[in-house]
């Protein structure tokens, strides 16, 4: 007689359930749902299996959840000719975040659980950092500063002091926790156009549709005149070129900068150096606003110097050779501070400083459509923006235009 097969519930069920909560919030962000009742259940749910599950269970629930976050990144490298290692590549990140979440199990101790918990969100696999632990609660009734993420654990962990019904009885603490209402800064006394663009990343780059690209960034400007914007911002890269190898049309803009500010990506070469750059055009004056923190993989390599050579030669084709700017460039549009910030810099807390209340960003997240990839940058930026009493102006390529606060 045979046997039937059973897995045990512990290494399917349990592991999945806790990666669903942990990731949920994302999901329903990504299909405009916004219910923080739920959010904060499943955000607690998850934080609570993660200090009390078997140890087992976390190495699994952990490359769960690295796929539920991350198993977008792997989508750009088809465009490195590299479409066979879309889904290696999300496997590889399933295998860091078992092994980040998998830590856990060093201990069946809850308490030191949450303090390895803790330490984790101060530690970003390859310098990435969009794994953030706390972000669970950015739409919901927990707060997410660091003292109220170690507060929360603290009160999950407690629950191993109690049996039965009276385990409740330490969450009777959670309201200790609740976030504080949120008063964003005021708008800026400027009238500011966001140009939201879809164009694919497998046409972005093509020369035959440069021309088109240019002409219809310059009508797109020339409406955002006619409608009396004082500042109109375009995507990251919104012009495929390197701008200061393009007179003509640096001297157009500028023309048009009398009427209106504006902002574009682009590149820029300098001394045979490859910049991502802003360039604000403002009264028929150019200022050239550098990327300072770039993409580890899609602009530097986070590997060994004996390593970083070879697959920036052999992987990417040298495309990941760009390089940094020292510090944040900061405009003054009209007499009001802005700080530029390009894409993957949005995300970055170095940023956000008490005198950058305003940040303009621009992305093209057209790398990794279709994907949730926009939504978990733009709750980043919120999650940012709000802990820093900041508001941020993002213009994006396929997807996640907006006032992010």
């Known amino acids: 007689m045979k046997l039937p097969i059973t897995v045990p519930y512990n290494l399917l069920v349990t592991p999945l359930l806790i990666a669903l909560g942990f990731s949920a919030f994302i999901y329903f962000e990504h299909f405009h749902i916004t219910i923080k009742f739920i959010n904060t259940l499943m955000a607690l749910g998850a934080l609570y299996g993660l200090l009390h599950a078997p140890r087992i269970v976390l190495p699994i ?35 860091v975040y078992a092994l980040y979440y998998g830590a856990l199990g060093l201990t069946t101790n809850p308490w030191l659980r949450a303090l390895i918990l803790f330490g984790l ?22 707060g997410f500063e660091k003292w109220q993420f ?29 976030q504080t209402a949120y008063t964003p800064p005021p708008l800026p006394p400027l009238k500011i156009k966001l140009i939201s ?13 440069l021309e088109d690209t240019i002409n219809n960034n310059l009508e797109l400007i020339d409406e955002a005149i006619a409608q009396k914007y004082d500042l109109v911002v375009l995507p990251e890269a919104a ?18 900068s009398t009427s209106i500010a504006i902002l574009t990506g682009t590149l820029h070469d300098e001394k045979n150096l490859n910049y991502n750059v802003s360039y604000l055009f403002d009264q028929g004056k150019i200022t050239v606003a550098k990327k300072m923190i770039l993409v580890p993989f899609g602009e530097y390599i986070p590997l060994p110097s004996f390593l970083k050579v070879w697959v920036n030669r052999q992987i990417f084709g040298g495309g990941s050779d760009f390089v940094t700017a020292d510090k944040p460039t900061d405009f003054s549009i009209k007499g009001v501070k802005f700080r530029n910030a390009i894409c993957y810099e949005a ?56 006032v992010v606060f």
């Open 61 to 95: 629930a952990g490359f769960w959840i690295g796929l539920f976050w991350c198993y977008w990144i792997g989508f750009s490298f088809q465009y490195y000719g590299l479409g066979w290692a879309t889904w290696l590549i999300a496997l590889g990140f399933g295998g």
């Open 121 to 142: 969100t101060y530690v970003w696999p390859m310098d990435f950092n969009w794994m953030q632990p706390e972000l669970i609660f950015v739409e919901s009734y927990i």
């Open 150 to 178: 170690a507060s929360v654990l603290l009160i999950l962990a407690s629950t191993t002091w109690f049996v039965r019904q009276k385990k409740l009885l330490p969450l009777l603490l959670l309201p200790l926790t609740v």
């Open 197 to 209: 663009t879809d164009i694919p990343q497998d046409l972005k780059w093509q020369g035959f549709i």
């Open 239 to 256: 012009f495929t070129l390197y701008m200061n190898h393009a007179p003509m049309l640096m001297k157009e803009l500028q023309k048009k």
């Open 347 to 402: 995300t970055r807390e170095e940023l956000y400083t008490p005198d950058a209340r305003y940040l303009i960003a621009t992305s093209n997240n057209g790398w990794f459509k279709p994907s949730i990839e926009p939504t978990l940058q733009n709750l980043l930026i919120r999650f940012y923006a709000r802990k820093n009493n900041s508001m941020v102006f993002h213009s994006a390529n396929g997807g996640g235009s907006g």
